[in-house]
């Protein structure tokens, strides 16, 4: 048997959606391809999915994953993903089906509803002869009885599906007082919302990559720095930096450092360094500056002029850790 990272590697090189033209927000919706992401090449991204029927909600997030511009650009570079234009992907996979391609794919989205709607169904009965089945034992199944049953099921069954995120919804369902008995109409077949494109829409072929991913120089060298070390990075927003630095998965480590980019002639406002280190410390890590030191980059010996917004994929990246010690 195959190992864990066998049995989870995707087809390479796989794609990254590419959802908006004006700016570089790309993202992941395959769970396997996330997975062995995170465990081979140390790329967290950020989960931004949540529940259409709970849209405001920030607690329970979920598929897709948004890769952040550096996490895109280095796979790019490393020929695992390619960039694939989910707009223009769509409207011309959509215009090149026929119409006995569309409807073999509706057909396959409501067999997959009805065997959804008939397992529900099938849960349905059996708590419901379960309830009756321990009324009939408590000798008291008069048809009073039993409807009142029947109403503390349909609540019971509201609440398995809406305690987990709504607080009103258990209160309003507990007093339901239903004056007939339930309706024994159910869906022939659930609504199913595709998760993915791909059965009825056949992906692009790779090509070489005319344009890479844009990101800021100073930030890709360091995120690309750190990451060669092998530490995984997260968005530090929260924190006040650019990178949250950890030694292994978040899932197991505190992050250890607050990572800040900068230019190797830039100059940094001594304020800046003391309230940098000090909210390091605060937080009970290590304020972290890097930038890319030109003067060092590998096969040069002089400083070389780089264009604005080029990035130089030699250069030599130092970092710097700053602790407050107020005395």
Not at 123 to 132: D, L, P, Q, S, Y
Not at 250 to 261: D, E
Not at 287 to 316: H, Q
């Amino acid at each position: 048997m195959g190992s864990v990272k066998d049995l989870l590697q995707p087809s390479l090189p796989f794609p990254l959606f590419k959802i908006s033209s004006g700016s570089d927000t790309f993202i992941l919706y395959d769970i396997n391809t996330i997975t062995w992401l995170r465990k081979t090449h140390n790329i967290l991204g950020v989960l931004v999915g949540t529940l259409p029927q709970f849209p405001q909600q920030n607690v329970f997030l979920g598929l897709p994953l948004e890769l952040q511009p550096e996490e895109a650009r280095l796979l790019v570079e490393k020929g695992v993903a390619y960039i694939v234009d989910d707009l223009q992907w769509h409207i011309s996979g959509m215009q090149s089906m026929t119409s006995a391609q569309k409807e073999t794919f509706k057909m396959a989205l409501y067999r997959q509803g009805k065997e959804a709607a008939r397992k529900e169904n099938e849960k349905k009965e059996m708590v419901r002869e379960k309830a009756m089945k321990k009324a009939q034992d408590r000798d008291k199944c008069d048809g009073d009885d039993i409807l009142e049953t029947e109403d503390v099921l349909v609540a019971e069954e509201a609440k398995e599906d809406d305690a987990l995120f709504d607080k009103t919804s258990q209160s309003s369902f507990a007093k339901v007082s239903s004056p007939s008995k339930p309706s024994d109409t159910k869906p022939d077949s659930w609504i199913i919302t595709p998760v993915s494109s791909s059965p009825a829409l056949q992906l692009p072929p790779v090509k070489p990559p005319s344009t890479l991913p844009s990101v800021n120089p100073s930030s890709y060298a360091l995120f690309k720095h750190l990451h060669s070390l092998g530490y995984f990075l997260s968005p530090g927003l929260r924190f006040g930096c650019q990178f949250l630095i950890y030694p292994g998965d978040p899932l197991r480590f505190h992050s250890h450092f607050l990572a800040m980019a900068t230019e190797w002639e830039e100059e940094i406002d001594l304020l800046d360094l003391v309230g940098g280190g000090r909210l390091g410390t605060g937080v009970k890590k290590g304020w972290l500056i890097g930038g890319s030191d030109r003067k060092e980059s590998a096969g040069t010996t002089a400083s070389r002029v780089r264009e604005p917004g080029a990035v130089d994929a030699n250069a030599k990246v130092r970092t710097f850790c700053i602790e407050w010690g107020g005395i």
